[in-house]
């Protein structure tokens, strides 16, 4: 069975203040791929990363790291210096090969709010 | 660039009215794909179609249809809505399968009363 876990439900933090958000995942399959979306209150879903099962290095762009650990099956994000427009809702969600279907299987999000 | 285009917005609906969800992206993509998501939880997917005249039923197909007789256009079909049926709905496409990211469209919020 094929899973996402993000097991923080809801995230306060005062602006400038680092924050992760944790992920974790089942899946049998060797081959897959992970993704983080960001759903701000407007309500859209936004694209923010895809990694795949071989790429285990870090990412970083701007504020934004992703961390994705094989051994702990474990992709988990942080915003460093967080400013009040990156209050979401933050998806995590794995794509697997298997059934070559592309289903996302999406965690039940972290609500993140950034206060001033 | 439009990406993926959703109507309508806003949709109030009785029980056991029926309504059809507009999906188009103009990005060329084989993919498409219907999700819903319930308060306070993530997305599940109702349905997806690999091209056009290919569809196949997700994880919560019961009260849905869909056709797609076009690259660009997946429309979602509610017959009888009921009120468990309220929700957002988001339609998705992908240039290919598994290793394409998804762009999600803007969503339809509907409430059944």
């Known amino acids: 069975a094929q899973k996402v876990t993000q097991a923080q439900t809801e995230i306060s933090v005062v602006e400038k203040e680092d924050v992760t958000l944790d992920c974790v995942y089942e899946t049998r399959d060797t081959t897959y791929y992970l993704f983080w979306y960001k759903q701000p209150p407007s309500g859209e879903l936004v694209f923010l990363i895809r990694r795949n099962s071989f790429d285990e290095q870090n990412e970083i762009s701007g504020r934004y790291s992703w961390n994705f650990q094989k051994s702990t099956s474990s992709f988990n994000f942080t915003i460093t210096a967080s400013q009040v427009v990156d209050s979401a809702v933050y998806f995590c969600?794995?794509?697997?090969?298997?059934?070559?279907?592309?289903?996302?299987?999406f965690g039940q999000g972290t609500t993140l709010q950034v206060k001033p | 660039n439009a990406g993926v285009t959703q109507t309508p917005k806003f949709r109030i609906l009785k029980i056991g009215q029926s309504m059809t969800l507009q999906c188009t992206q103009d990005m060329n993509h084989n993919y498409m794909y219907w999700y819903r998501q319930d308060p306070g939880m993530g997305l599940k997917l109702i349905y997806y179609s690999v091209g056009a005249g290919i569809t196949d039923k997700g994880e919560v197909p019961n009260g849905y249809n869909v056709s797609r007789s076009t690259t660009e256009d997946f429309p979602l079909r509610l017959e009888l809505a009921a009120p468990s049926q309220t929700s957002v709905y988001f339609c998705?496409?992908?240039?290919?399968?598994?290793?394409?990211?998804?762009?999600f469209g803007p969503g339809t919020r509907l409430l059944v009363l």
């Open positions: 998705a496409s992908s240039y290919d399968t598994t290793r394409e990211t998804q762009y």
């Open positions: 969600a794995l794509s697997a090969f298997s059934g070559n279907t592309g289903k996302l299987i």
